[in-house]
């Protein structure tokens, strides 16, 4: 008895031992991970703090050598002297009354698209969904020339319809929405014929309250993506009063010279709504990513 209540408890030790060697390389991983994410955010956030904090400073103490975080009166003259070189209540009406639009229509026809290529058996379904994927390898710049030439032989040059139309399709948000109607269990396709639903009711009324996470995460990006485009506003706009924040405030800073808290004041100005959107919605964005991407 007592050799093997020697031995058990022997065992017991190896199990201890174990147990707290794997409970340690847990904490090692964990604290691993979150130094490199630590170190991954500074690295985000001090460009974007030096940013907030040139644009609150006199412009003379923008270039004094050395750099320092701190000013002798922090003030709001940039931002002030920006705001008075341009339209930006137009400006900034201009890129949400876009990027909303773009954001809506991109998901009904990204979903309306996946929705067919999960869905529908028909000839060519695959080639064809191979083929817009291909669309992701094309270089924007590519197509600039020939969508300029389309939107002036449509008259759109300057127009509203100029700058959303070639901005709605998107390759990447109706691959995420195929991925995840992929994983939608085809008994509820199926109950839903039973009692004699369409394929458009179907989508409206089954697939798309499923895939709220997918919308929320494809009309987020197709948002903050329109509303930083610089390259195709500035191309099919001609006018001031059609230009968007991006485009405006590029045109502002070209008088500024190298006036930096100016500059940089431009920049939190174009760049915090869609700060302010990703930090909001950046829940939403995870689930849908993480549910779009899943096989």
Not at 53 to 71: C, M, N, R, V, Y
Not at 176 to 189: A, L
Not at 217 to 224: P, Q
Request: with cysteine; hydrophobic share 55%.
């Amino acid at each position: 008895m007592a050799v093997q209540t020697a031995e058990k408890a022997q065992q017991m030790e190896i199990v201890r031992g174990r147990t707290n060697t794997a409970v340690l390389k847990r904490r090692f991983s964990n604290s691993t991970a979150f130094i490199i994410l630590l170190l991954l955010a500074a690295l985000w956030l001090i460009p974007l703090l030096w940013v907030i904090d040139t644009s609150f400073k006199p412009e003379g103490e923008t270039t004094t050598i050395p750099l320092s975080w701190l000013a002798s009166a922090f003030t709001a003259d940039a931002y002030a002297k920006v705001m008075q070189a341009g339209d930006l209540p137009r400006w900034y009406f201009n890129s949400i009354f876009t990027s909303v639009i773009i954001s809506t229509v991109s998901v009904l026809l990204a979903s309306t698209a996946a929705f067919a290529f999960s869905r529908v058996r028909f000839t060519g379904r695959h080639v064809l969904f191979w083929i817009i994927l291909a669309g992701l390898m094309v270089p924007g710049q590519v197509l600039l020339v020939p969508l300029f030439s389309i939107m002036q032989s449509f008259k759109m040059v300057n127009t509203y319809w100029g700058i959303i139309l070639p901005q709605i399709a998107s390759p990447f948000a109706m691959f995420i929405f195929k991925q995840y109607f992929d994983g939608i269990p085809f008994e509820y396709e199926e109950a839903a014929r039973v009692d004699g639903c369409s394929r458009w009711r179907i989508y409206w009324r089954i697939w798309m309250p499923l895939s709220k996470p997918i919308i929320a995460t494809v009309a987020i990006f197709a948002f903050v993506g329109s509303w930083n485009n610089f390259i195709w506003p500035f191309v099919v706009v001609t006018g001031t009063d059609m230009m968007t924040i991006p485009v405006g405030l590029a045109t502002v800073q070209s008088s500024f010279g190298i006036r930096y808290a100016q500059i940089m004041a431009s920049a939190v100005l174009g760049g915090l709504p869609a700060v302010i959107v990703f930090a909001f919605f950046q829940r939403q964005i995870v689930q849908g990513l993480a549910g779009g991407l899943k096989e």
